[in-house]
């Protein structure tokens, strides 16, 4: 299983309308994946307020390329998310075995 860390950070201002397209477009679209044997949605705290999270864990490395394609270390852009997000970061680890 492959564990998928994404971090946004959103332009100044933009938080309100990052968090629309969080809720009501990423959430819906990770949700509905073949694919994807958990996800969890981190949204902002106030010491860190325009921080949000997607913590991803995919059956297997296929599963993911089918979803992202051949560049699956590289942070995919949303058209909604243009304009609005300042920073992206993305991990990605192994799952150790229970």
Do not use: C
Not at 65 to 80: I, M, N
Request: proline share 7%; charged share 30%.
């Amino acid at each position: 299983m492959i564990i998928r860390i994404f971090r946004v950070i959103t332009e100044p201002g933009q938080r309100d309308r990052f968090e629309d397209f969080f809720r009501n477009t990423a959430v819906p679209l990770m949700k509905g994946t073949d694919g994807i044997e958990d996800i969890t949605f981190g949204l902002p705290r106030p010491e860190t307020p325009d921080e949000f999270s997607i913590v991803m864990v995919w059956r297997d490395l296929d599963a993911l390329r089918a979803f992202v394609g051949e560049d699956w270390q590289v942070a995919h852009v949303h058209p909604d998310e243009v304009g609005i997000v300042k920073e992206r970061h993305l991990h990605h680890y192994e799952l150790l075995p229970s």
